[in-house]
């Protein structure tokens, strides 16, 4: 079960993927903070900007968002319920992706960066943008530490749900970044009403707890002084490859375990074995938080047990079990990729690359399942960042273009939550993908680093 530890004085806190300083910048220590608000009314919405749920999102220029070589700002944002008609948006940046300029007057160095937010209702009956804000701020650089965190009030009420897009950009260089957030606010027992923080109260932007890890859990309406969690071992499958058919097999179906602990906003957690919690006040709802225990290296993959398993997605069923049979991950792994490079030096180099796109499937697509296991992760694995895609409240399409080549290949993905996950995505098997499938999985047997360009 859960340990709970009141005490907080052999506590470390662990940084979420590298070792930075993290701090919480009072607003008063900003340099200037500019805030333009504006509230639209859904008729003016409707006419003038004709915002659609399942209009193109910024036509087909998306694709920075999973691709790390895009942008030099990577921005990370988590959405907390804090009351009925109210919610927070919790923002962190990293102060070495942002420039600081030296003013020569009174010689400090200060940046300049623009946050923007649309919020925009999800319904049958509705889709209008509901709230809406620029907040420009000023920060010195004698001020911050590694970390930039602050938190801004959004609009959501209690009982719908929301897509939200927020557009970072630093003011002083040509660097921007694009991203969206789901917000379901339903009932309170939804997953975004809970609030994982450190021991001193600074948020955990990813319900990913590891090794060590020891964490609050805060709601603003505990329903119970009970929480009940279930446990579920990290056994889950990764998805078929695209010339298999669809298939859930790959989702959490027999819980292992079922136990209750004591709820306050002052108890401090931990937990003791990898794999799912499902974190519930009411067990008859099918609403609750997820929380992934995994190991101290994720989302990298060092552990010899983890470097089997992505090879799924390029081998046969015959061929993976055979690689799982033969008793020392490493050296099997090391094989597999040394026969298929044909060199040792060749193997290296693609080991790098493959193990680097697990590396950020991770990062990207993480949540009730490692995101290598996801459908996102599969194609972000064999295929690489998306050439474009679009993004609307009802998916995500990816494309991938090559040079010369008229038909680029195309995935479309489901928008599709779960109990587990809000941000779920199901990939579209019913296109034809089966023949550039099969040349990716024989480039990356064959000693070619799979390149759709």
Avoid at 13 to 25: L, S
Avoid at 99 to 112: A, I, L
Avoid at 308 to 324: F, G
Wanted: charged residues 20%.
């Amino acid at each position: 079960m859960f340990n709970k530890n009141e005490t907080t004085s052999s506590y470390t806190y662990r940084k979420e993927i590298t070792n930075f300083t993290e701090t919480k910048i009072p607003l008063t220590r900003v340099s200037k903070i500019i805030v333009v608000k504006v509230a639209f009314i859904i008729s003016i919405i409707l006419s003038s900007c004709a915002s659609s749920s399942n209009q193109p999102s910024n036509k087909w220029t998306l694709a920075s968002i999973y691709n790390p070589l895009k942008s030099s700002l990577h921005p990370v944002f988590k959405i907390h319920h804090n009351n009925t008609n109210n919610s927070v948006l919790f923002f962190k940046i990293r102060t070495n992706e942002l420039f600081f300029r030296e003013n020569p007057v009174n010689q400090t160095e200060t940046c300049s960066f623009t946050l923007k937010y649309l919020l925009q209702e999800v319904s049958d009956e509705s889709t209008a943008i509901v709230d809406s804000s620029t907040y420009i701020y000023e920060l010195s650089k004698a001020d911050v530490k590694d970390y930039y965190i602050t938190q801004i009030p959004l609009k959501a009420r209690e009982g719908n749900s929301y897509r939200l897009k927020v557009t970072v950009r630093d003011n002083n260089r040509k660097a921007f970044d694009i991203s969206y957030h789901n917000i379901e606010k339903n009932t309170v027992n939804a997953e975004q009403y809970f609030n994982i923080t450190t021991l001193n109260g600074t948020p955990l932007f990813k319900n990913v707890i590891l090794n060590d890890g020891v964490f609050k859990i805060n709601h603003p309406k505990p329903s119970s002084d009970s929480l009940y969690v279930s446990f579920y071992h990290n056994k889950v499958e990764a998805p078929k490859p695209l010339i298999a058919p669809s298939s859930d097999n790959y989702l959490y179906k027999q819980r292992d375990s079922l136990f209750v602990i004591h709820y306050s906003s002052n108890a401090a957690f931990s937990l003791p074995h990898e794999g799912m919690y499902y974190v519930q006040f009411d067990t008859n709802s099918n609403e609750g938080l997820t929380l992934l225990k995994l190991n101290n290296d994720f989302p990298k993959v060092k552990e010899p047990e983890g470097l089997l398993p992505p090879l799924s997605y390029i081998t046969t069923d015959a061929e993976y079990k055979k690689l799982l049979r033969d008793g020392n991950p490493k050296l099997t792994a090391d094989n597999f990729w040394i026969k298929a490079g044909g060199s040792p030096d060749r193997g290296r180099a693609m080991i790098r690359l493959y193990y680097n796109r697990v590396y950020f499937a991770n990062y990207y697509f993480t949540n009730s399942k490692p995101g290598w296991k996801t459908d996102q992760g599969m194609v972000y694995v064999v295929y690489g960042p998306p050439h474009k895609m679009k993004k609307t409240a009802f998916g995500e399409t990816w494309i991938y273009e090559r040079k010369g080549d008229d038909n680029p290949i195309t995935f479309e993905f489901k928008y599709a939550p779960n109990k587990y996950n809000l941000n779920n995505f199901i990939l579209d098997r019913s296109q034809n993908n089966e023949w550039h499938w099969t040349e990716a999985v024989y480039a990356w047997t064959s000693g070619d680093i799979f390149l759709y360009d």
